[in-house]
């Protein structure tokens, strides 16, 4: 998957935990954080912290992981699902705003599902998962039932 | 005269086992006549029973004969090894055909170098292809590893021996009932992702899809699709491997789901 600078520049707030999530699952490079980063996260880091992060982002992925980790501190369980949600609904957002043919953002939507770990609430917006034949479904279905996934969890991680 | 003839027979036995070797080889056929002249002579000169020699010349006949195949067999070892050498020394890299049935399958020694030749061939990554024989040979000192899943039909087979860097290479028709697998999917760039332990497996999975249960599948999209899954374990888990096969023969899902069950439904993780 490319990286999502759509998602960067519009949907998401680049935060220290995302971050931290981004880089566990390999959305993004230790270059990528530091280049999309939230200033307000940067500026409330010591010198020597962001000298570390510029150091160990040359080093490694894992040493810029160990320092963001200082900076995040332990991350509960709860925080990391929140985290990993906002990133697949960044993914779905950049797929919807995309200018790709509806055939093409649907066989993106299952990459995305593959890439999370198949979510159980996502299987009626995967084009291959098998319906009956009494269903009255098409490509255009699927995508208005995308569209208005993607609109409801908005509208949840708004609320939260 | 006695000791004369002790020194001929001393000296014809030396001269034989001294050349014993050489005398396997076909090449000197010349020289087998001689020593059976000489062992004649000795056999007159001893006063050998005739029935004697001639068993033991019938076993020296049949030597030779096993010794001359054996050769012939090492004459085509050299000419394929030489064959080989040429190979490796073109730099350009050539898509092998691969052997038809009944072909006499041809095997290559593969040191360190070829496995980037054998990697690129198979458009693997070399780390992933040397990931994936490590992994391999530490399980197992001699193992089939192949298939070709990322790219053309599956053509390819490496069986490991010995070190991390020499494999025994066979090329053979592996027939897997998919065309390729389709790079853009998450069947294709996840199957890459050795951090992935859902979706990075050996190719030699996907040959044994012909003994997977086939469904056919209708898609949300109204697209018939044909869905394998197949009972297996992978890294001491049991579960299914399953492939979903678009009708062009791209692969578009491929993955281990621990626990799961052959039931005709893609996806089933719980």
Redesign the interface.
Known sequence: ?EIMKTSLQNNIRLTWQMAYVALIK?FLSAEDVLNYIEPSELSGLDADTISSLYSTAEESKEAFLKTVKKIIGDISEEDMRKCIEKWSLAYLKDIYLSDQSI?EK??QI??V???F??P?DW??I??????T?N?M???L??YRDFEEFVNRQDEIMTRE | MTVRIADVAVEALRTFVNKAGVFLNPKYAELKEELIKIIELIKEWLGIEKEGAAKGLKAVDKTFEESKELTELEAKADESMVKDAEKDANDEIRKEEPASEGKEKEKVLIEAKVITKVAQEINLPRSTLMTELNLLHAKHPSVTFGSKPWGEPGIYEIRMFGSDFSVDREFKEIHVPYKRIDP???AG??SL?V?DS??FFSGIVDNYMQQATKFT???????N?FLYQLKGSLRGTDGIFEW?VEVNGDV??R?FIPGGKVTG???K??
């Open positions: 998957m390999n055939r649907l066989h299952a990459n599902w593959a890439m770990d198949y159980e299987k009626n995967i084009y291959y998962m098998p319906v034949g269903e479904t098409s490509e279905t699927l | 853009k999917s998450s760039w996840k992702n951090e859902k979706h599948i209708t898609g949300a999209d109204k697209v699709r979903i578009t899902h993955v439904i893609p996806n993780w719980k």
